[in-house]
T-cell receptor, first 112, second 114 residues
């Protein structure tokens, strides 16, 4: 039972354009959501997070949007840069729980 | 540099071998985790330690034995593994003082069981 799903295994975007990565979840008890970025041969690196009391959180080129009614979150990267090419994972946790539930990941490729 | 280191980075072992994975965090955190990532699967939580005490075992087979001697170090002892245990093993740490924690990951150990 996949509680966090990233339905796009891969995404290709032109440099300078906007990249939009999507994530859906089924557990209504999730209240904290995170995005991680992973390069080959490295561990996941924390990128940005959002609490369920918010619907948007922004950090530089990265913005995460949360739609609780649709149980959907998205990560926007603008403008996209070649160094953004990586696998992106969304993760979620319940209030007070230390267990992160991860999606399968989306491989983002930024084309020059 | 995430402040979480893991050794070795790569490991090949036979099914009768005994080996250990090591994780060290330099972030002053008090919670540590082991995750497993198999090919084409999401990361799966294995164990959670808070202040050196194991607080979660996510139905992990006993051939995986964790050890947390202090808040900065975490080990995963491996014995009589199976080929299907081949995977990337990731260690993470967090500051377990708030209800919403961010976990920081090490680079992982890529394990191949022959």
């Amino acid at each position: 039972d996949q509680q966090v799903k990233q339905n796009s295994p891969s995404l290709s975007v032109q440099e300078g354009r906007i990249s939009i990565l999507n994530c859906d979840y089924t557990n209504s008890m999730f209240d904290y959501f995170l995005w991680y970025k992973k390069y080959p041969a490295e561990g996941p690196t924390f990128l940005i997070s959002i609490s369920s009391i918010k619907d948007k959180n922004e950090d530089g080129r990265f913005t995460v949007f949360l739609n609780k009614s649709a149980k959907h979150l998205s990560l926007h990267i603008v403008p996209s840069q070649p160094g953004d090419s990586a696998v992106y994972f969304c993760a979620a946790s319940e209030w007070g729980a230390q267990k992160l539930v991860f999606g399968q990941g989306t491989r983002l490729t930024i084309n020059p | 540099e995430t402040g979480v280191t893991q050794t070795p980075r790569h490991l090949v072992m036979g099914m009768t071998n005994k080996k250990s994975l090591k994780c060290e965090q330099h972030l002053g955190h008090n919670a540590m985790y082991w995750y497993k990532q198999s090919a084409k699967k999401p990361l799966e939580l294995m164990f959670v330690y808070n202040f050196k005490e194991q607080t979660e075992n996510n139905s992990v087979p006993s051939r995986f034995s964790p050890e947390c001697p202090n808040s900065s170090h975490l080990f995963l002892h491996l014995h009589t593994l199976q080929p299907e245990d081949s995977a990337l093993y990731l260690c993470a740490s967090s500051q377990a003082t708030s209800d919403q924690e961010t976990q920081y990951f090490g680079p992982g150990t890529r394990l191949l069981v022959l």
